[in-house]
Nanobody, 119 residues
C-alpha cells in the first residue's frame, strides 16, 4: 500500500521559509517521479513542482519559480519542498503525490500539511 506522509507545515510570516518533507513507503520510491500539489482555501488543486526519479530534473509552476526548491533523498525515501520568500497566497494544504507533472492533480494524496502565511 502506497503511503505518503507530509510534515513540516506551520504558520510563517510573509517573507519567511518552511521546509516540507514527505516520507514515502509501499513502493520503490527511487523509480518514480514525484510531485507537490496544493489546495488553497476554497480553491481546486494546483500543481506546484515535479522532480524526476533520479533527482536531476525539476520543474515548477511559474508562481513558484525562484522561491521553491524540490528535492529528494532516494536513500531515505523522502521528498522535500524548500519554500522561501513565502507570500500570503501560498497559504494552502500541501500534498506530495506519486506522479509526474501532468497527472499530479489527479493522483492519490495523503493527509497533507497545512502552510499558513500570515502576519
Amino acid at each position: 500500500e502506497v503511503q505518503l506522509v507530509e510534515s513540516g507545515g506551520g504558520l510563517v510570516q510573509p517573507g519567511g521559509s518552511l521546509r516540507l518533507s514527505c516520507a514515502a513507503s509501499g513502493f520503490t520510491f527511487k523509480d518514480y517521479a514525484m510531485s507537490w500539489v496544493r489546495q488553497a482555501p476554497g480553491k481546486g488543486l494546483e500543481w506546484v513542482s515535479t522532480i524526476n526519479y533520479g533527482g536531476d530534473y525539476t520543474t515548477y509552476a511559474d508562481s513558484m519559480k525562484g522561491r521553491f526548491t524540490i528535492s529528494r533523498d532516494n536513500a531515505k525515501n523522502t521528498l522535500y519542498l524548500q519554500m522561501d520568500s513565502l507570500k500570503p497566497e501560498d497559504t494552502a494544504v500541501y500534498y506530495c503525490v506519486k506522479s509526474g507533472r501532468f497527472t499530479a492533480t489527479r493522483a492519490d494524496r495523503g493527509q497533507g500539511t497545512q502552510v499558513t502565511v500570515s502576519s
